[in-house]
């Protein structure tokens, strides 16, 4: 809808002393007299297209009080309420859902992380598997309950997307994506004397990887006293020791024959990626 004011009048003009006076009380009359008498009456519809009914589907059109359950389970991002177990999960839409329509879209707080496996259950339409968006179960603490969880209905699950999760510790700092990978720094390791080729560093990740395929490498972190300090000629490869829970050590091996004393420490800065399920 084109709403058509009426016209204001002529702006006060410093230039024009003689009609100054006259021009700002004709623009207070506008403001305040005129223009509240001719809003009197006008709504949401007047400004936005409105439903026409409750069943009134069309694309663009702000949803009314009342919004038939159809049309509300086509709507692209409705915020529920959570209910049941950490992974037993039930949401309320509020709209009374007495089918779940493929693209349904919904977003909601959970109180607590899931420990294991998930189900969803909207409106009481019944519990449906919860996936990750690689189609997986839900490992544990994949929902959170420091930030919103959106899931998509894909005819048969719930396919549950998360936010990139960030994370530090004393081991350093951490990042989850919802696919499945996982990245692990430190910009403050210490490298000390191992043998007489070798500096070492153990290293506890700040998060855990779910396998032992985990990529790393050892950088300079451009300190005093970092890799490149080091006098020898040639620096050997960076290896990962993972032990049983998939925590890890790294070893940076120094293939030169000239001696590392025992006194040797060198900064460096590590980095790991994986899996984290």
Do not use: H
């Amino acid at each position: 809808m084109t709403l058509s004011f009426p016209a204001a009048p002529t702006a006060p003009d410093l230039n024009s002393p003689d009609t100054y006076n006259a021009r700002v009380l004709a623009g207070f009359t506008w403001c305040f007299d005129t223009m509240p008498d001719y809003l009197t009456g006008l709504d949401a519809a007047d400004f936005f297209p409105v439903q026409s009914s409750p069943a009134d589907a069309t694309a663009g059109r702000v949803l009314e009080v009342g919004a038939s359950a159809t049309v509300l389970s086509a709507s692209p991002a409705l915020r529920v309420t959570k209910g049941g177990t950490a992974n037993a999960i039930t949401l309320t839409t509020g709209a009374s859902l007495g089918s779940l329509t493929t693209g349904l879209r919904l977003r909601f707080r959970a109180t607590s992380a899931n420990t294991a496996a998930t189900t969803i259950n909207v409106d009481g339409i019944g519990a449906a598997a919860a996936k990750t968006v690689t189609g997986a179960a839900l490992p544990s603490g994949y929902i959170r309950s420091d930030a919103d969880t959106d899931i998509l209905y894909d005819g048969t699950n719930w396919i549950a997307n998360r936010e990139d999760e960030y994370g530090s510790n004393a081991n350093g700092a951490y990042v989850r994506f919802a696919n499945g990978f996982q990245t692990c720094w430190n910009t403050a390791q210490t490298l000390t004397y191992s043998s007489t080729q070798q500096v070492r560093v153990t290293w506890t990740y700040p998060a855990k990887f779910i396998t032992s395929a985990v990529s790393g490498s050892v950088t300079a972190t451009g300190a005093t006293g970092d890799l490149t300090d080091l006098s020898r000629t040639k620096l050997g490869v960076v290896t990962i020791s993972p032990s049983a829970d998939y925590y890890g050590s790294f070893g940076l091996i120094i293939t030169d024959s000239s001696a590392v004393v025992t006194s040797e420490v060198r900064n460096a800065t590590t980095t790991a990626t994986g899996l984290w399920y």
